[in-house]
């Protein structure tokens, strides 16, 4: 085998697209604000430093984050019908109250019973509370019926740095899709085209001999308060001829941004390849 140069994984790769994306998405967000918490400056230095954790793996706690993984949790439960071992998860069963009141309407007592009637499910992760409706739970659970969960991929692309390691964990494979669970608090059309998964993941497949082309972002929109909105899909078809040079460009120019800030990398597996469990 090869020497393996350098070894990136998808959501790596779209940490540092979000990093050059600094300007526009900082227009996006504060553009217009009047009294913005930082000025453009200071905030692509804030991405450059998330992006130097990232590499670096640093421990961060997020709540959005966070989310997204006990609801993906919660999912994979359902398709493979099995408990979680990695947090907690219960129903949440209706519950229908009863009593009397006096002449006037004034209530003198209730009670509460608990059906069988299932509303929600309530995933406990990193000492955080979130519920699911469960309509939204069995949605998403019934369209990945018979699917493979959290499936690793990895694959060799050549560059002009040499052999790279692409990697990632797929959310849910099915026989002709590939798909990636995403939850997010504001969806707009088209919000995952820049991400590298929907690239990665099937190059990998295709260079392992399945030819699945067909990739799809299956998103769950949250409010302000961390209640379900609506459910969106992004689906994207790999092009061999078109998305290869696009992936090889976006590694090299990541391996360029890495050599120009070694000093700063902590993580140095990142730099060559010697076991392959990630």
């Known amino acids: 085998m090869n020497k393996i140069s350098y070894r990136l994984y998808a959501t790596l790769l779209d940490s540092y697209q979000n990093f050059i994306d600094s300007d526009k998405i900082y227009q996006k967000y504060y553009g217009f604000s009047e009294n913005p918490p930082c000025d453009e400056d200071e905030f692509k230095e804030q991405q450059f430093q998330s992006l130097i954790d990232r590499i670096n793996r640093k421990p961060f706690d997020n709540e959005k984050a ?3 993984t006990a609801f993906n949790e919660v999912i994979d439960c359902m398709v493979e019908n099995r408990k979680s071992e990695t947090m907690k998860i219960e129903r949440v069963y209706k519950v229908e109250r009863f009593g009397a009141c006096d002449e006037v309407g004034k209530p003198l007592y209730y009670d509460e019973e608990q059906t069988n009637e299932v509303l929600a499910l309530k995933a406990t992760y990193n000492n955080r509370e979130f519920t699911f409706p469960i309509s939204i739970c069995r949605e998403f659970a019934n369209y990945f019926k018979g699917a493979l969960t959290q499936q690793r991929v990895e694959a060799i692309l050549p560059t002009r740095f040499g052999d790279v390691l692409v990697y990632g964990f ?3 494979l099915m026989p002709s899709t590939v798909h990636d669970i995403k939850t997010t608090g504001q969806y707009t059309f088209g919000k995952f085209k820049s ?3 929907h690239l990665v993941y099937p190059y990998a497949l295709i260079q392992n001999g399945n030819d699945i082309r067909t990739f799809e972002y299956n998103i769950l929109e949250f ?6 909105v609506d459910t969106y899909t992004e689906t994207y078809v790999f092009v061999p001829e ?7 460009n976006h590694c090299e120019e990541l391996i360029e941004f890495l ?19 990630s």
């Open 66 to 68: 966070d989310r997204g």
């Open 170 to 172: 797929i959310d849910e």
């Open 195 to 197: 991400h590298f998964q």
């Open 223 to 228: 409010s302000k308060a961390g209640y379900p």
């Open 242 to 248: 078109r998305d290869i040079p696009i992936l090889t």
């Open 259 to 277: 050599e120009e800030n070694k000093e700063l990398i902590t993580d140095t597996k990142i730099f060559g390849l010697d076991d392959l469990q």
